[in-house]
């Protein structure tokens, strides 16, 4: 059992808490920080956690707990993070890292100098369609991974503090554009280095300074492209659909506005229907069970496996930064129109690989384009010359 300081009673918190306590679980929040007395004692009554603060200091230092849980507008990460660096709890906190690489790279470095558990909460990596995913293409069933398309969209945020640049660190980009690179690292390999990005941004419908709307594609050190599309325009919930295109197959998830469950309701009886679901009438795509569905119940079994057993859960700040790190080569891309190099002032992964050849061999001779059954009957062969480049048919019975 671990006993957890969950900083924030807001959106994410309250989906962290019912997803650690949610299902008799063995992990316990006992101190509550939030900014207003009201809400931080309203937490502490929901989920019955004996001790609440409006001083944050307070709730990473109280004595029972041993984990903190960082569920904080991105401007506060830094400064959560190095409470518990000086008192010495592991830190498990929500995405993005920081608001900039500069920034994820100070928690990196303060996190690893004073040695404490880190953990990065990207939940998205943790759904049940993904891991089973990420499995199979684990296993080769894909083949390699060319070209890995993430897309995370919906009709904006729920709080003032996401649309204020400087508290945020930027618009839909950091705070959705985190989520699509971590998934598409993921399938192409988080060992693969990122090398550069060109981003499209724009703010097209919102009266705010930061982009609402953005296109970015991330390349590979062995020639993997990362794609990411990201909206708080968009119309019709919360749309989380990825594609994974590999040399010997496909995977295509959607995750969230298309489960498999479908429902139409006159309107009688208005309920919830999922995060960032705009209408609860007509036709309606409802979550079964948003926590699970959405990766926390995963995420936070693996987070807490790894404190206990003393390894590194799958992803760290470490991840965060270079999640960070990725997404200001999209902003600086953005502005210029030009690809921009991720600058990465620390890389634990492979270096020097080369762009893959996925070539066929037919003959000695000939490479193999394509084989053909057409509706007519033929079945044929494109073949290439590996001496003279030229391209030919060839029909076989
Ligand atoms: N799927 C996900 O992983 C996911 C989803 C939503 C949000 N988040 C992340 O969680 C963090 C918090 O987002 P949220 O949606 O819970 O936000 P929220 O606005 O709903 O809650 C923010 C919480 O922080 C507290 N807080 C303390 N000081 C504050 C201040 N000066 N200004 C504003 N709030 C202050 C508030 O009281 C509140 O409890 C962000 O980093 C966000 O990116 C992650």
């Not at 000086?86 to 690489?101: D, F, V």
């Not at 990420?134 to 060319?146: F, P, T, W």
């Not at 959705?176 to 971590?182: K, Q």
């Not at 990005?197 to 724009?202: G, H, K, L, N, P």
Request: net charge negative; with cysteine.
């Amino acid at each position: 059992m671990k006993k957890i300081a969950m900083l924030g009673s807001g959106f994410i918190a309250r989906f962290y808490a019912d997803s650690l306590q949610g299902y008799r679980n063995r992990d316990k929040i006992v101190s509550i920080y939030s900014r207003r007395e009201e809400t931080a004692q309203k937490f502490a009554a929901d989920y019955f956690v004996q001790h609440w603060t409006t001083t944050m200091e307070e709730a990473v230092a109280h004595p029972e707990v041993e984990v903190v849980c960082i569920a904080l507008p991105n401007f506060l990460h830094e400064e959560a993070v190095m409470l518990c660096c000086k008192h010495r709890k592991a830190a498990i906190i929500t995405k993005p890292l920081g608001r900039n690489a500069a920034e994820a790279k100070r928690m990196l470095d303060a996190a690893e100098g004073a040695g404490i558990f880190n953990g990065y909460l990207e939940d998205l990596v943790y759904t049940p369609k993904f891991l089973k995913a990420l499995q199979s293409v684990n296993s080769g069933s894909i083949g390699n991974v060319i070209w890995a398309k993430s897309r995370e969209t919906h009709p904006g945020p729920h709080s003032e503090w996401f649309w204020d640049m400087e508290k945020a660190g930027g618009g839909c980009i950091i705070d959705l554009g985190c989520h699509c690179v971590e998934i598409a690292r993921n399938y192409i390999g988080k060992d693969i280095k990122p090398m550069e990005v060109m981003c499209w941004a724009a703010t097209q419908v919102k009266p705010i300074e930061a982009e609402d709307h953005a296109i970015g594609l991330v390349r590979y050190e062995n020639g993997a492209i990362g794609q990411f599309e990201v909206s708080w325009t968009f119309r019709g919930g919360l749309d989380l659909r990825d594609e994974v295109m590999g040399t010997e197959g496909t995977i295509w998830t959607n995750n969230f506005l298309r489960t498999g469950f479908e429902m139409y309701s006159s309107g009688k009886a208005a309920d919830y229907v999922a995060e960032k679901a705009e209408n609860n009438t007509g036709w309606l795509f409802p979550v079964g069970d948003e926590l699970n569905e959405l990766g926390y119940n995963h995420m936070f079994m693996d987070m807490f496996n790894a404190m206990e057993s003393g390894q590194q859960p799958r992803e760290t700040f470490y991840d965060g930064y270079i999640v960070n790190a990725i997404l200001d080569a999209a902003y600086r891309s953005a502005k210029t129109k030009h690809w921009e190099p991720v600058q990465l002032e620390v890389w634990r992964g492979k270096v020097g690989l080369h762009e893959d050849s996925h070539l066929v061999d037919y003959d000695a001779d000939h490479y193999l384009v394509k084989e053909e059954v057409t509706h007519y009957g033929a079945k044929k062969l494109i073949l290439k010359n590996k001496h003279t480049g030229k391209i030919i048919e060839k029909l076989i019975a």
